[in-house]
């Protein structure tokens, strides 16, 4: 018989408290009416606004299978908070996503659908704004102009073929991502695009299904200036070396 597989969901938080219940919520029926094993790993970086309390109110109405909180001491970066969450992982398969609803949990069955369609056997499915129907809705022109901006630079200079570098909206293979995974530096935001360009390096097969990203209702985005610096120093270093 085969193995069944199990989705584990690692879900990066500050300053959440609002989204959390909504996406756990979403999360949990769309696994349920797909059947589909899962869990749902919080990494939440000592929020003050409460988001922990949350968490922990969420973790005894699901249960404490299917939800875990492994939090951190401080904001610590949006890779780095993968790098943790990934040491708790206990499925096969690992999805990384927003806690916004950015990221709709709709997507993730035509993820995991695309993952072995037709006898394919894709090591990572990501989400893509920018090829076939997906794309951006709720952000100004300034974000939009970056977002657009950040993914050309990339393209231009390591032409790694994947329509959308800096999505976070991911399907991986527990293996794939813990192996690329150790390869990478980046510590916040640039963490999407170094993956990829370094996944297709190391020559790992990669599927795109298009979403649409809808801007947040609740809450801040964390980006700052200091992480578009970021972001342009690391693909100049990975244009030097990969
Ligand atoms: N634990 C932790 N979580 C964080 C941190 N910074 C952000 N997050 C969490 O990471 C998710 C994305 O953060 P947002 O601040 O909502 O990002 P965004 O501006 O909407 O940016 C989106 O688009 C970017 C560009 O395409 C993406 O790179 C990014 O991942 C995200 O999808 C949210 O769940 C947020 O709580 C951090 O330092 N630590
Ligand atoms: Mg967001």
């Not at 300034?142 to 959308?164: E, H, I, M, Q, Y």
């Not at 992480?227 to 120093?233: D, G, L, M, Q, V």
Request: glycine share 8%; no cysteine; hydrophobic share 40%.
């Amino acid at each position: 018989m085969a193995i069944r597989n199990k989705y584990s969901v690692l879900l990066p938080t500050y300053n959440e408290r609002r989204n959390l219940p909504i996406i756990a919520w979403l999360l949990n029926r769309t696994f349920t009416e797909n059947n589909l094993d899962w869990e749902l790993i919080i990494i939440d970086d000592a929020s003050p606004d409460g988001t922990q309390e949350i968490a922990k109110q969420l973790i005894k109405a699901y249960s404490p299978e299917r939800i875990k909180l492994q939090p951190r001491a401080g904001k610590l970066g949006l890779g780095t908070a993968y790098v943790h969450g990934l040491q708790y992982v206990t499925g096969n398969f690992v999805i990384i996503m927003d806690a916004d609803f950015s990221h709709h949990p709709k997507f993730i069955p035509q993820m995991i659908k695309k993952q072995s369609e037709n006898g394919a056997d894709y090591d990572i499915v990501t989400g893509t704004r920018y090829a076939g129907d997906g794309g951006v809705y709720g952000w100004d022109l300034k974000r939009k102009f970056v977002s657009r901006g950040a993914n050309l630079f990339a393209d231009t200079l390591l032409r790694p073929g994947v329509s959308d570098l800096t999505g976070s909206f991911r399907l991986y293979k527990k293996a794939v991502l813990q192996e690329v995974i150790r390869k990478t530096e980046s510590k916040g935001y640039s963490f999407q695009m170094e993956m990829m360009v370094r996944a297709k390096a190391m020559g790992f097969k990669v599927a795109e299904v298009p979403i649409s990203f809808v801007d947040r209702l609740y809450g801040d985005s964390k980006i700052g200036s200091n992480e578009i610096t970021a972001y342009a120093k690391s693909v100049i270093s990975l244009w030097v070396k990969v």
